[in-house]
């Protein structure tokens, strides 16, 4: 993977979670690479900090998440904490508290968000990426939720959007086996949408980043909130939001300078206002 070293880069978690944006694209990255990035509590609450300051940061228009090291993007929960943290179903309502609250952040984020997958991509690692926009794959990836294996449950939220994704049928199978499936059948049942060849994973990434942020804020700000709402039952969409954010788009300067731009013939440049 190419990086942004030229950019500012913060460090969470006792630096196993890292930060840094540059020319519009957020960038998160999970850096446990000996473990394999598996997720620890304070990771979670790192991971949170991350993205609460990207959301924060006006220039920041679309956030990539990734993992660092090549093997992973996430390969799960730390296990070695389970003894401490979720030996028994009270100590493990509170890790769920813990860590949902950072899961409940994404699942409601402002900006659009990309999952970077290189590696294992398995349990935790999995609700993170299904709860991102959109997931960019390397041919080498590998995804699974062992929970069977390990005797817990896996999370309503986490099951919902994995059924959403792939289907009650494949959902079912990929749970009452813990089996890892590779990227092509990743791509076939619809868990991720491209796979990419891993030297060009990242420059990938980087480019639908770019499109991304250069597009016009509001316009995609109304796709993300109304996509969101078709998902939902009909009796809970919220119609008046759907109906504002498009009557905030058609009377934005945004509008006006697509408008301009596209008899100009030249690119615009949008403001998200």
């Not at 880069?9 to 446990?32: M, P, Q, R």
């Not at 997720?39 to 609460?52: I, Q, T």
Request: hydrophobic share 40%; charged share 25%.
């Amino acid at each position: 993977m190419s990086d942004m070293s030229s950019t500012t880069e913060t460090a969470y978690a006792d630096g196993k979670i890292l930060k840094h944006a540059a020319s519009g694209v957020g960038v998160i990255t999970f850096n446990n690479p000996d473990r394999r990035n598996a997720m620890s509590l304070e990771m979670w609450e790192g991971f949170g900090e991350a993205l609460a300051s990207l959301r924060d940061d006006e220039t920041v228009r679309v956030v990539i998440l990734r993992g660092a090291g090549g093997k992973a993007f996430v390969s799960g929960a730390d296990i070695s904490q389970f003894e401490k943290v979720r030996h028994n179903a009270a100590a493990s309502e509170e890790y769920a508290k813990r860590s949902a609250a950072q899961r409940a952040l994404l699942a409601d984020y402002p900006k659009p968000t990309i999952a970077c997958i290189q590696g294992f991509c398995l349990g935790g690692g999995m609700q993170v990426a299904m709860l991102a926009d959109i997931r960019i794959a390397s041919h080498d990836s590998q995804f699974g939720i062992p929970a069977a294996r390990l005797g817990i449950a896996y999370g309503y939220d986490g099951l919902r959007h994995l059924v959403s994704l792939v289907g009650p049928s494949w959902a079912r199978l990929l749970m009452y086996t813990g089996m890892r499936i590779d990227s092509s059948e990743a791509l076939r049942i619809g868990l991720v949408e491209r796979v990419i060849p891993d030297d060009q994973l990242w420059g990938e990434t980087m480019g639908i980043a770019q499109t991304i942020s250069e597009n016009a804020p509001l316009a995609i700000k109304a796709a993300k909130i109304t996509i969101a709402q078709v998902l939902k039952d009909e009796s809970q969409r919220d119609m008046d939001t759907i109906k504002a954010i498009g009557n905030a788009c058609m009377d934005s300067q945004d509008f006006r300078e697509g408008r301009q731009a596209f008899m100009e013939k030249r690119r615009p440049k949008f403001q998200g206002r």
